[in-house]
């Protein structure tokens, strides 16, 4: 559990010192940002982001560099140095440099709760793919640089494609990348499937929220993707696009096209159920994500509540603030409860 947090150049922070957290954390501060940048502070720490800011982005204005450390209540002290300048990252556990992997296998993982979410059966996407994405890289060390192997080669490919369309290089030119696409995006889907099968699998337990008696629950994960079969299927469908992907110049599968849903006896949840019952579903599945976590890393995960409270409605805040007791919280919100540690910045 962390029970101190230091701040030295981090967004508007010159200098700041917080001791003596507790299970449950309520930030209190008129202005919004004070708030949101101390919880961004601690997701950063945890390989998160709340803002999707770029480092650069986090440090003070005319400084160069900015430095957080937390320590735990073992006296254990974790820290991340980030230099604007020169672009360089350093971790430290116990004022000793630490590989990113070593940091974050020894460090616990952060689940981020925020308005946005609410908002994610509704919207893009991609927003969806992030769910699945944020939720793997907080599972697994390794996951967060398949990503970017993944991108790099997805860029390298697309350019080649403008190239034998522009007829700069030969059609064998391919075949180099479509080998190193499907290998990387087959990678990538074993890591999805786990966490897919594992949300299909408890995903029925959400039946309880619906006003009507449902008799089918179902997350549906949408892809061209043949699951038994990942990396041939994902070959034979480059090949049948190849003419096409030619003419555009983009690769026409791949793990960031696709998507899911959730259905409730056949029909599709964001169509038929309340915005009562798809925003109990919704704070169902960011618990869920939270075990999948919890269970691969053996580590409970710190969770982030950053503006949420006001977004919700009294039943779903008591439904999300009880089944937050037994991980270390911090919320950015004024919510009047007995034994909350309330920092007043």
């Avoid at 990678?187 to 039946?207: A, C, H």
């Amino acid at each position: 559990m962390i029970k101190e947090l230091k701040l030295v150049n981090f967004r508007n922070f010159s200098e700041k010192i917080i001791s003596n957290f507790e299970i449950e954390n309520f930030i209190i501060w008129e202005n919004w940002k004070w708030k949101t940048n101390i919880l961004e502070a601690i997701s950063q720490l945890w390989n998160n982001s709340i803002t999707k800011l770029n480092l650069d982005d986090l440090v003070k204005m005319w400084e160069d560099y900015f430095f957080i450390e937390v320590k735990d209540d073992n006296e254990n002290k974790y820290s991340f140095y980030y230099s604007k300048k020169d672009k360089k990252r350093n971790f430290l556990i116990n004022n000793k440099k630490s590989t990113k992997k070593e940091f974050h296998q020894n460090t616990h993982s952060c689940v981020i709760f925020s308005p946005i979410m609410m908002n994610m059966i509704y919207l893009s996407p991609s927003l969806r793919r992030d769910f699945l994405d944020d939720t793997l890289k907080s599972s697994y060390s390794e996951y967060e640089n398949l990503l970017k192997n993944y991108r790099k080669i997805l860029k390298n490919r697309n350019s080649i494609l403008k190239a034998i369309h522009e007829k700069r290089v030969s059609e064998k030119e391919i075949e180099f990348w479509d080998k190193k696409f499907i290998d990387v995006s087959s990678e990538i889907y074993n890591y999805r499937f786990k966490f897919i099968n594992f949300l299909q699998e408890s995903i029925v337990n959400t039946k309880e929220y619906f006003a009507w008696k449902v008799e089918k629950i179902e997350f549906i994960y949408k892809t061209k993707i043949d699951k038994e079969n990942i990396a041939q299927s994902i070959k034979e469908y480059l090949e049948k696009n190849f003419k096409r992907d030619i003419i555009l110049w983009k690769t026409h599968i791949w793990p960031h096209v696709d998507d899911f849903e959730i259905k409730t006896d056949d029909l599709s949840l964001i169509h038929f159920a309340s915005r009562w019952e798809t925003k109990s579903i919704i704070i169902y599945l960011k618990l869920l994500e939270w075990i999948f976590i919890e269970k691969k890393t053996n580590r409970k995960p710190i969770l982030i509540i950053d503006d949420l409270l006001s977004e919700l409605d009294e039943n779903h805040k008591d439904m999300l603030l009880k089944k937050i007791n037994y991980y270390q919280t911090f919320i950015s919100n004024i919510y009047m409860q007995d034994n909350t540690f309330y920092i007043k910045l």
